[in-house]
T-cell receptor, first 114, second 114 residues
């Protein structure tokens, strides 16, 4: 099956700094990728849809200036958490899929802001 | 936003028993997918059922879909300790022509006792 690679798998950063998370589709071109956030023992909440070559589409309640998404190529989308605060600590997961088929997920990134 | 709810929230069974998880959703869908997540890890796709299908099998997995009731069930037969994980249903729909994004249910935590 297709592989989606997410990096880093975990990161600890100081409050006020920015963190970039990368999501790569390794063996297919993904015009669309998705970013999710997951709190402990909870489900995945869709944050935004990343569109190659255009602006991301954010879900209601997600701050676009806080969570910057860039989809510069057909195989790479990045999520930057700007001016991170402890409440941004979470598990972030990306996925890529072709329409009407299964989605492939990255391994996830555990962000801890101290 | 969260599309669906799953029940039970948690399920504990003995090895060899069958496990049934239910998912209900709110809007029209193109397809429904089931995923598995081991603690703190990425998601693994299990099975996809399209809106015009009623039942699908894959190994020890059996999925049903009732679009009139907006519900689906996942049956794992002859469970094993290695099946211990969280299971999520996810629905794919067209929202105003947007790319099929996946919206996840609340999840069921399955524990299989050896």
């Amino acid at each position: 099956g297709a592989v989606v690679s997410q990096h880093p798998s975990w990161v600890i950063c100081k409050s006020g700094t920015s963190v970039k998370i990368e999501c790569r589709s390794l063996d297919f071109q993904a015009t669309t990728m998705f970013w999710y956030r997951q709190f402990p023992k909870q489900s995945l909440m869709l944050m935004a849809t990343s569109n190659e070559g255009s602006k991301a589409t954010y879900e209601q309640g997600v701050e676009k200036d806080k969570f910057l998404i860039n989809h510069a190529s057909l195989t790479l989308s990045t999520l930057t958490v700007t001016s991170a605060h402890p409440e941004d600590s979470s598990f972030y997961i990306c996925s890529a899929r072709r329409p009407n088929t299964e989605a492939f997920f990255g391994q996830g990134t555990r962000l801890t802001v101290v | 936003s969260q599309q669906g709810e799953e029940d039970p929230q948690a399920l504990s069974i003995q090895e060899g028993e069958n496990a049934t998880m239910n998912c209900s959703y709110k809007t029209s869908i193109n397809n429904l997918q089931w995923y598995r997540q081991n603690s703190g890890r990425g998601l693994v796709h299990l099975i996809l059922i399209r809106s015009n299908e009623r039942e699908k099998h894959s190994g020890r997995l059996r999925v049903t879909l009732d679009t009139s009731k907006k519900s689906s069930s996942l049956l794992i037969t002859a469970s094993r300790a290695a099946d211990t994980a969280s299971y999520f249903c996810a629905t794919a729909s067209n929202y105003g022509g947007a790319t099929n994004k996946l919206i996840f249910g609340t999840g069921t935590l399955l524990a299989v006792q050896p």
